[in-house]
């Protein structure tokens, strides 16, 4: 609803007065403000750098893990234990992923962070270093 250009604010304005009992006033201020200015279009915006900002105060992550196969749920426990473990203090909300191709060992997302230690980036190193000394 809020997408829409062709609502017109006051068309806006009354989606939210259906909405506020459930809004705090701050909320509701910052939604008429949006409304005011022609700006409502920007709120999944807005309301991703908030939780962006509401993890970074909180410490809070997600990562996700990638391995080849499902992990043993002892093998899950270890990873985040490890997490926990070289990053005290952070909350973290993990997912596991499997992507067979890697063959081996294990990926990590976290945020704009990206970690390798799967057997397909080792061998395309190596496959590399190879060609390099190959003549």
Do not use: H, W
Not at 47 to 76: P, Q
Not at 85 to 95: A, D, L, P, R
């Amino acid at each position: 609803v809020y997408k829409r250009q062709a609502f017109k604010r006051r068309e806006q304005q009354v989606v939210v007065d259906e909405i506020k009992a459930n809004l705090s006033e701050v909320t509701i201020n910052f939604l008429g403000t949006l409304i005011d200015n022609k700006r409502i279009d920007v709120l999944p915006k807005v309301a991703d750098k908030y939780i962006d900002y509401y993890r970074i105060i909180n410490r809070e992550e997600a990562v996700t893990i990638i391995s080849a196969k499902e992990l043993a749920e002892g093998d899950r426990q270890r990873v985040i234990a490890a997490l926990k473990e070289s990053n005290k203090g952070v909350n973290f909300t993990v997912k596991f992923n499997v992507d067979p191709t890697i063959l081996g060992g294990l990926q990590m997302y976290s945020g704009n962070r990206f970690m390798d230690a799967s057997m397909i980036s080792r061998i395309t190193k190596i496959k590399s270093e190879l060609s390099r000394i190959s003549v």
